[in-house]
T-cell receptor, first 114, second 118 residues
Framework: SQKIEQNSEALNIQEGKTATLTCNYTNYSPAYLQWYRQDPGRGPVFLLLIRENEKEKRKERLKVTFDTTLKQSLFHITASQPADSATYLC?????????????FGQGTELSVKP | GAVVSQHPSWVICKSGTSVKIECRSLDFQATTMFWYRQFPKQSLMLMATSNEGSKATYEQGVEKDKFLINHASLTLSTLTVTSAHPEDSSFYICRLKPHASATQETQYFGPGTRLLVL
């Protein structure tokens, strides 16, 4: 069956450390993988997109890797801050469906302590 | 600033009533709009895809007669939850695909509408 799995348990880290979140998927062949931030009671906010032929992408303190062999993406936040506390969602965008269906993971809640 | 708005942001209604949720594109024309539903601590589940001027395409398991979608213009899509029941209580979110060519990095979600059915 098709699945997208993110760390189900909340991730608690100390301010200044690097947070690493995992997204694993099975029986999908995504063209793109995206990461979103979602705050309680709010819609998702787009952070980064990485294509199937890209290994790594960076944006300020954020870094995403994409391993299509392992079917895994890692999302890193370096020098984390309490303001980074939120739920982070990964989403797969399927081949030949550009801009179309996004299949979401259940999200990982990150808490950064001062 | 926000490019997508939803109205209302939250609504409480009695069981059996119908609720209409609007999703507006503020800055561009959107040929395609997507409606998602999210239950607490769960992922966003795609309900349907609506294209301006045509019937919406519903995902498996989503009742089209219960969740009416109208994409009447390039800037407005509405989702009506008919005869709402407590199990319909959820967070409803729209997503837009701009009419003009946009890079895949361009993703627009609405702020969401919290529905509570008593």
């Amino acid at each position: 069956s098709q699945k997208i799995e993110q760390n189900s348990e909340a991730l608690n880290i100390q301010e200044g450390k690097t947070a690493t979140l995992t997204c694993n998927y099975t029986n999908y062949s995504p063209a793109y993988l995206q990461w979103y931030r979602q705050d309680p009671g709010r819609g998702p906010v787009f952070l980064l997109l990485i294509r199937e032929n890209e290994k790594e992408k960076r944006k300020e303190r954020l870094k995403v890797t994409f391993d299509t062999t392992l079917k895994q993406s890692l999302f890193h936040i370096t020098a984390s801050q309490p303001a980074d506390s939120a739920t982070y969602l990964c989403a797969l965008n399927m081949i030949y469906n550009q801009g179309g269906k996004l299949i979401f993971g259940q999200g990982t809640e990150l808490s950064v302590k001062p | 600033g926000a490019v997508v708005s939803q109205h209302p942001s939250w609504v409480i209604c009695k069981s059996g009533t119908s609720v209409k949720i609007e999703c507006r594109s503020l800055d561009f024309q959107a040929t395609t709009m997507f409606w998602y539903r999210q239950f607490p601590k769960q992922s966003l589940m795609l309900m349907a895809t609506s294209n301006e001027g045509s019937k919406a395409t519903y995902e498996q398991g989503v009742e089209k007669d219960k969740f009416l979608i109208n994409h009447a213009s390039l800037t407005l899509s509405t989702l009506t939850v008919t005869s709402a029941h407590p199990e319909d209580s959820s967070f409803y979110i729209c997503r837009l695909k701009p009419h003009a060519s946009a890079t895949q990095e361009t993703q627009y979600f609405g702020p969401g509408t919290r529905l509570l059915v008593l």
